[in-house]
């Protein structure tokens, strides 16, 4: 899942529940509280992935009540088991305009997995099921319904239209599955049952296919089949591997000591 808190110069926006409180980012002052958008609220959803793009427009998307993991209630995600590795979801993806509330568009169409939504250079970027099982859901985690009839989709951030789509199969990546942008270059990754990692890049201009890796997981330690990649300039560092963004070169494997919870 991605974090209920966003920050822009001017505010500080936080979900919570159905809405999204938003405070004055100098004095703290609580402003006012922005809606789920009335066709998509409706359905009794709640809050879920929030992010801005500018100071000016608010992203959201509404999940079923009771996807989000929460951390004080002692949820684990070490193990395998379903109620560990199931992906936090949305129904529909919006945007709204933090001055006045406006709902500028809403998306809905398939079931977005929310930890692959990626927003760069003016699109939004995200992994969604149009499988039926996974429309009809109504749990707000979903594992295998969302494993197939997959679809990557860019759309414009500033309209919602949607830009181009293009069907890939990405079920390997059934433990965690990230998106990551930089260089017009997407980046997704995750691991599969014998935490393996599978990577996948692709052009974030049309969703043309770059590349692809695979590679067991390396840190042999708690939290490794969890790793997010991290992209310095056109090197990606991801799983004590080195790779270069664009092509997907292995440039290097490094057996370091990595231990503990810490991600790179």
Known sequence: DGSNMVATDDHLFVAMEDHCVVFDGQTGVRLKDLEIPEDVRGKIQDWGYVAAVDNEQLIGSSVNPGAHYLGDDGEWYETAAQKDIAKVTSNSLFSTNTYTGETQWVYENGVLINSSIAIADGRI??????????????????????????????????????????????????????????????????????????????????????WTHQAKELKGHHTGQLAHPTIVGDRVYFNKHTYVLRTGEVLGVHNFDWHGCGVM
């Open 125 to 210: 970027y995200f992994i969604e099921s149009r499988n039926e099982a996974a429309s009809e859901s109504t749990s707000g985690r979903l594992l295998d319904e969302i494993a197939k009839d997959q679809y990557l989709v860019a759309l414009d951030a500033a309209t919602g239209k949607k830009l181009w789509e293009k069907p890939f199969d990405f079920s390997r990546c059934r433990y965690v599955t990230y998106m990551t942008h930089s260089k017009d270059t997407l980046l997704i990754t995750g691991t599969d049952s014998d935490s393996v990692f599978h990577s996948y890049a692709f052009d974030a201009r049309d969703g043309a296919e770059l």
